[in-house]
């Protein structure tokens, strides 16, 4: 049994930041991709940024240049959120696909989803 718990989220005003993070635990052989998605109200869930294994990067257009994808070796994903607009409220959503241990299998995971709202 495997499980992503995020953390970060909150109310922020335009221009600001924010750091959002994912912890995955539980019975893991490894971590492959892990991504953060978001969904604003009546949309679709969008991936906003994922990072390999080996750490290559991709970004959302809407994205790129505010946004930093990370992580570290203890199976954490970072969201670091710069220069935030009100279109970037949204709830957000941590991903990954994890290999269990016994037994052995690929799960694609979810986390519980944190909000972000950025607002003056």
């Known amino acids: 049994q495997v499980q992503l718990v995020e953390s970060g989220g909150g109310l922020v005003q335009p221009g600001g930041s924010l750091r959002l993070s994912c912890a995955a635990s539980?019975?893991?052989?490894?971590?492959?991709?892990m991504g953060w998605y978001r969904q604003a109200p009546g949309k679709q869930r969008v991936l906003v940024a994922a990072i390999t294994i080996g750490g290559s990067a991709n970004y959302a257009d809407s994205v790129k240049g505010r946004f930093t994808i990370s992580r570290d070796a203890k199976n954490t994903v970072y969201l670091q959120m710069n220069s935030l607009k009100p279109e970037d409220t949204a709830v957000y959503y941590c991903n990954a696909n994890i290999i269990t241990t016994t037994p052995v299998r690929s799960l694609a995971c979810w986390g519980q989803g944190t909000q972000v709202t950025v607002s003056s």
């Open positions: 539980g019975n893991i052989l490894r971590v492959n991709t």
